[in-house]
C-alpha cells in the first residue's frame, strides 16, 4: 500500500518562503511521477508542479520561476520550496504519485495572508 505524507505547510507573511516535504511510503518513487496539486477555498483542485522519473519538470504558470518541485529518491521524498509567496498562493497543498495508478496524500494546509 502506496502512502503519501504531506508536511512543511504553516502560516507565512507574503513574500516568505516555505518548503513542503511529501514522504512516500510502500514503494521507491524512483520510478513515479511525483507531482504537486493545490486547492483553495470553494475552488478546484489545480495543478502546480510535477517532476518525472526521467527528470522532467513542469510548472503552472502561476508559480513559474517562484517555486521549485525536487525529489530524493534515496529518501522517497518529494519536495516543494516556495519562494516570494503571495496571498493568492492560500491553499491546501496535495502530494500526488503516478506509475500505472495514482496515489494522493491527505493534503497540507499554506496559509499567506499578513
Known amino acids: 500500500q502506496v502512502q503519501l505524507v504531506e508536511s512543511g505547510g504553516g502560516l507565512v507573511q507574503p513574500g516568505g518562503s516555505l518548503r513542503l516535504s511529501c514522504a512516500v511510503s510502500?514503494?521507491?518513487?524512483?520510478?513515479?511521477?511525483m507531482a504537486w496539486f493545490r486547492q483553495a477555498r470553494e475552488k478546484q483542485r489545480e495543478f502546480v508542479a510535477m517532476?518525472?522519473?526521467?527528470?522532467?519538470?513542469n510548472y503552472a504558470d502561476s508559480v513559474k520561476g517562484r517555486f521549485t518541485i525536487s525529489r530524493d529518491n534515496a529518501k522517497n521524498t518529494v519536495y516543494l520550496q516556495m519562494n516570494s509567496l503571495k496571498p493568492e498562493d492560500t491553499a491546501v497543498y496535495y502530494c500526488?504519485?503516478?506509475?500505472?495508478?495514482?496515489?494522493w496524500g491527505q493534503g497540507t494546509q499554506v496559509t499567506v495572508a499578513s
Open positions: 510502500g514503494n521507491s518513487i524512483s520510478m513515479y511521477t
Open positions: 517532476f518525472t522519473s526521467g527528470g522532467y519538470r
Open positions: 500526488k504519485a503516478v506509475y500505472g495508478r495514482e496515489y
